[in-house]
């Protein structure tokens, strides 16, 4: 989420700092298009810049070695992009659909205080006997991620739900995904989403749905 005052020594005060005091370059507003190989072996990586002036320019990074972390999403189609052909690349793509149980409670609540994460329990983590199953979790929700997630019927009553928010708390359900989904190009290079939630694993997160409210019943 975040610190304005940087107290939560992020990457940006330690790692990247580290680095910038003892000569890395760090390159931003850059947008890595190709991983550069030959005969098998990376030679470097080509990038667009976005200027001060706001134009765009193309430049090439040598390196003996190259480090590819561009998440779940970016790191396939970056791949792809860059023409290598192993069929796992885009394949087997795993998000553990996520869904949240929130219910509103007499006293105040507060749930963007405190500790962050307060309560885990794995006792459904493995229902089918595979490994497969959810986890049930109370999560830090601080009021604009919450908005995010309560249902939208108009503005009348959503400012009505939202006006409640201090008294509210959540659970939510994460689901081990079994089957898997993958990551595609567009015409531009750019990667498309392709996941459909299998009834298999839907079994499992309306699993932690019931549970959830269990939780918030018995509190």
Same mark, same amino acid.
């Given at each position: 989420y975040g610190c304005a005052f940087g107290a939560k020594q992020s990457t940006t005060n330690t790692y990247?700092?580290?680095a910038h005091e003892r000569g890395t370059r760090i390159l931003v507003e850059a947008d890595v298009r190709k991983i550069l190989h030959q005969?098998?072996?990376v030679t470097g990586a080509s990038l667009e810049i976005m200027e001060a002036?706001?134009?765009r320019r193309?430049?090439?990074?040598?390196?003996?070695?190259?480090?590819?972390?561009?998440?779940?999403?970016?790191t396939p189609a970056l791949l792809m992009r860059s023409g290598l052909d192993n069929p796992n690349i885009g394949q087997h793509l795993h998000l553990h659909p996520t869904t949240s149980i929130i219910s509103e409670f007499a006293e105040p609540i507060h749930m963007w205080r405190g500790v962050p994460m307060s309560r885990v329990t794995k006792?459904?983590?493995?229902?089918?006997?595979?490994?497969? @199953?959810?986890?049930?979790?109370?999560?830090?929700?601080? /009021?604009? !991620?919450?908005a995010a997630t309560l %249902?939208?019927? *108009?503005?009348?009553?959503?400012?009505?739900?939202?006006?409640?928010?201090?008294?509210?708390?959540?659970?939510?359900?994460?689901?081990?995904?079994?089957?898997? @989904?993958?990551?595609?190009?567009?015409h531009a290079g750019? /990667?498309? !989403?392709?996941?459909?939630?299998? %009834?298999?694993? *839907?079994?499992?997160?309306m699993r932690g749905i019931l549970e959830g409210l269990k939780?918030?019943?018995?509190a």
């Open positions: 990247l700092r580290d005969a098998g072996r002036n706001e134009t193309v430049v090439t990074v040598k390196a003996k070695a190259v480090v590819v972390s561009a998440g779940t999403l970016h006792e459904f983590s493995n229902l089918d006997g595979k490994g497969y @199953g959810v986890t049930l979790e109370v999560a830090p929700a601080h /009021p604009g !991620l919450t %249902p939208w019927i *108009g503005a009348s009553d959503y400012r009505g739900i939202f006006g409640s928010i201090s008294h509210m708390a959540n659970v939510i359900a994460i689901t081990r995904d079994y089957y898997a @989904g993958q990551i595609r190009l567009d750019e /990667p498309i !989403l392709d996941y459909d939630l299998h %009834p298999y694993d *839907g079994k499992h997160l939780i918030h019943y018995a």
